[in-house]
């Protein structure tokens, strides 16, 4: 069975170490006998004197021991999150997830899926952002009389074109022939 000054020692290594610590395998099970222990002395301790220094002892053994066990356990999740963002956006390797309890790789593959999951989301989302903004840059048009070879907005010579040609021009020069009534734009 497990003791206080290993919780303690634990509690140590993890507070003090960026990277999960290694953990008996069976260290919650070891932490429920330990608490159930401390609980059984009291309840056998307090009906004989109210004031005894076992009793004392036993209750600030026990009080810490699960302030202890908190504190690790919620030490280990945020690390275990942040294990999860960083495997999100890069990837993990499998070295650094060895050292997770059972239900710490619960949280960290749903935590990394979810994760996963809206960077995908926002991504899409950017792209079609990215595409109705190329798509807004652009209008298809239709010329409805022959024109003669001339240069947009970035001095690049464009044409010339026939009647009847379709083409996707720059926004800018479309709206021009658009209203010298030389081209049409399609829907």
């Known amino acids: 069975m497990i003791t206080f ?8 290594k993890e507070k003090y170490s960026e990277a999960l610590q290694q953990l ?7 932490v429920s006998e330990y608490i159930a222990e401390k609980k059984k002395i009291l309840e056998r301790e307090e009906g004989k004197d109210l004031f005894s220094d076992t009793i004392k002892l036993t209750r600030k053994q026990l009080d810490n021991a ?7 356990l919620t030490l ?4 275990v999150l942040n294990l999860a963002f960083t495997a999100a956006l890069t990837g993990v390797s499998k070295t650094d997830t060895e050292n997770l309890l059972s239900y710490e790789k619960e949280l960290f593959e749903s935590v990394v899926k979810k994760l996963k999951q809206i960077q995908k989301e ?5 792209n079609r952002n990215e595409n109705n903004k190329k ?4 209008i298809l048009v239709r010329f409805i009389e022959d024109s003669p070879a001339f240069v947009n907005a970035d001095g690049k010579e464009i044409g010339p074109f ?9 926004k800018e020069v479309a709206l021009i022939l658009i209203a010298d009534k030389k081209a049409v734009a399609i829907e």
């Open 5 to 12: 000054p290993e919780i303690y020692d634990i509690l140590r």
């Open 24 to 30: 008996p395998k069976n260290f919650l099970e070891e």
């Open 66 to 72: 699960i302030t202890t066990v908190k504190e690790i």
């Open 76 to 79: 280990r999740q945020k690390k």
């Open 122 to 126: 926002i991504f899409d989302k950017l």
């Open 135 to 138: 798509e807004e840059k652009n």
């Open 162 to 170: 026939k009647k009847g040609d379709i083409v996707n021009l720059p």
